[in-house]
């Protein structure tokens, strides 16, 4: 049973030393720090442009779905009706935009371009690596015939 404890210790420990989980866990603390950033352009700045055509608060626009909605001014909750929230809909949803934009052409497009040259350049190297080999066993060729001819032999 020790062994068994043993084995499942060192298989945890092995999980976590392994550099792509310390990567991920940089990359979950940056990506935090980076959704406060986009929250604050989405507050600070897309929900007054967005509230210039209505109210001054995107967080505020809603809808009533039963009835007059009124709500309780100490608490902020609905008392009667049923309120929609689609302004808060609408927040989250421009700020999940804003970030993935940001993500993708400020991280992924670059990366896969840098990748794409890369791979490129990997494939010319090959090819160069190839064009020598083939020119290598040409030579080659030409001198074991030139060595056979000398001797009078048989060419082959």
Request: glycine share 10%; with cysteine.
């Amino acid at each position: 049973m020790s062994e068994k404890k043993v084995g499942v210790l060192e298989g945890f420990k092995a999980f976590l030393l392994r550099g792509n989980v310390i990567d991920l866990a940089v990359a979950v603390v940056i990506g935090a720090a980076f959704t406060q950033i986009v929250n604050s352009v989405v507050k600070g700045v897309i929900s007054p442009l967005v509230g210039a055509f209505g109210t001054k608060d995107l967080e505020s626009y809603s809808s009533c779905l039963k009835g007059p909605c009124i709500t309780d001014p100490k608490t902020g909750e609905a008392v009667e009706g049923i309120p929609i929230l689609w302004g808060s809909v609408l927040s989250a949803t421009l700020s999940f935009l804003i970030t993935a934009a940001v993500v993708y052409f400020l991280m992924v497009l670059p990366m896969a371009k840098y990748l794409a040259r890369r791979a490129a350049m990997q494939a010319a190297k090959e090819g160069v690596q190839e064009t020598l080999e083939v020119s290598e066993l040409e030579v080659l060729k030409e001198i074991r015939d030139a060595l056979v001819s000398q001797r009078g032999g048989p060419t082959g």
